[in-house]
C-alpha cells in the first residue's frame, strides 16, 4: 500500500503507468532538443570579395546581390556542440555538396559590430544582428542579419543573408 496523500493505490492503474511514463519521454526529449537544436538557414543572396596579395586589401563589395533560386539556395544548418554557447558545428550544403566545419566563438568586434567565430585553419564566420547560438535555436528572426564568411586559406569573403 502506498503511504501518501497525494497518491491513492486505487488510481494507479497500468494504463496511467504507462501514460505517466510516456509524458516523462516526451518531455525529457523536448528538453534535449532545445539543449541541442538546430536550425535549417535558407541563403538567399550572397555577395563576395577576394583578397588582392599584391595590395594587400580586400575588393570592394560588389553593387550587385547574386540571388539564389528557390531549388539552388544553400542550406546551413547549426549544431550546439557545448551547453555554454561557445563551440558549434556548422553544416552547409551547396547543390549536393557538404562542407562542414566546427568553430568556437571568440569575441564581439565592437568596431564591426559582429561576433566572430573562428575554425581550426584560422577561417571565420562573423554574424552581424544575431548570434550563432541564437540562429541555431530560433532560425532567421525578423531583423538583418548578415554572415561574413572570412575563408582566409582561400583569399575570399563572402556576406550572406
Known amino acids: 500500500m502506498i503511504n501518501s496523500p497525494f497518491i491513492r493505490e486505487e488510481n494507479i492503474t497500468p494504463a496511467s503507468s504507462f501514460l505517466k511514463q510516456f509524458f516523462l519521454l516526451c518531455l525529457g526529449i523536448l528538453v534535449f532538443n532545445a539543449a541541442y537544436s538546430q536550425q535549417a538557414l535558407k541563403i538567399v543572396r550572397m555577395r563576395q570579395v577576394s583578397w588582392d596579395t599584391a595590395n594587400k586589401t580586400w575588393s570592394p563589395w560588389p553593387d550587385e546581390w547574386k540571388i539564389f533560386d528557390s531549388r539552388d539556395e544553400p542550406i546551413m544548418t547549426l549544431y550546439a556542440l557545448d551547453t555554454a554557447g561557445c563551440k558549434y558545428r556548422v553544416d552547409v550544403s551547396v547543390k549536393g555538396k557538404e562542407f562542414i566545419f566546427d568553430v568556437t566563438y571568440t569575441g564581439y568586434d565592437e568596431y564591426n559590430k559582429w561576433h566572430i567565430y573562428?575554425?581550426?585553419?584560422?577561417?571565420?564566420?562573423?554574424?552581424?544582428?544575431?548570434?550563432?547560438?541564437?540562429?541555431?535555436?530560433?532560425?532567421?528572426?525578423?531583423?538583418?542579419?548578415?554572415?561574413?564568411?572570412?575563408?582566409?586559406?582561400?583569399?575570399?569573403?563572402?556576406?550572406?543573408?
Open 118 to 161: 573562428q575554425d581550426a585553419n584560422g577561417d571565420e564566420i562573423a554574424v552581424v544582428g544575431s548570434t550563432i547560438g541564437d540562429l541555431s535555436l530560433y532560425g532567421w528572426p525578423g531583423t538583418p542579419v548578415q554572415l561574413y564568411f572570412w575563408v582566409y586559406s582561400d583569399k575570399i569573403g563572402l556576406e550572406l543573408e
